[in-house]
């Protein structure tokens, strides 16, 4: 079962977050026959936007993340409102030699390119944020977003 946990510490004036994301990875893979590399950047995004939905205040209101990348990857595309997210990679059978660590080589898969993260709050116009892409990685890149 996936969960987003929050707690405030020291004083209230840290926010520790902890998202358990695997269902909806999985779920993820089933739908659109992702590769595994295709799988571990789509469930980066999605357990983003999960933490970011979770943060939006109002009932209707929602995000969208747009990855517009040159490497083989392509894109990714997340929606999420509430805590409910969606979403799909351009590429989803994108397939890279592992890092020697065994690890998915997300760097390469991704390349250079932007960060686009809209929000609706209900109001007149959308606030939108872009970001350029820093390494690749995504956890870097979104960190440099933040």
């Not at 990857?73 to 409102?81: L, P, R, T």
């Not at 709050?121 to 979104?142: H, P």
Request: with cysteine; charged share 20%.
């Amino acid at each position: 079962m996936d969960e987003i946990l929050k707690a405030l510490v020291f004083g209230g004036y840290v926010k520790v977050v902890a998202l358990t994301t695997s269902d909806l990875v999985n779920k993820a893979i089933e739908l659109h026959g992702l590769s595994t590399l295709a799988a571990t950047a789509l469930g980066k995004v999605m357990t983003i936007g999960a933490y970011m939905s979770s943060e939006l205040k109002g009932e209707k209101e929602k995000l969208s993340i747009n990855i517009k990348c040159d490497g083989p990857i392509e894109g990714i595309v997340v929606a999420a409102e509430q805590g409910r997210v969606r979403g799909y990679v351009l590429n989803p059978a994108v397939c890279l030699p592992k890092l020697g660590n065994g690890k998915e080589n997300i760097m390469k898969a991704i390349g250079n390119g932007r960060i686009t993260v809209i929000k609706d709050l209900g109001m007149k116009e959308c606030y939108s944020g872009v970001s350029e892409i820093v390494n690749g990685t995504l956890d870097a890149d979104f960190a440099w977003y933040f």
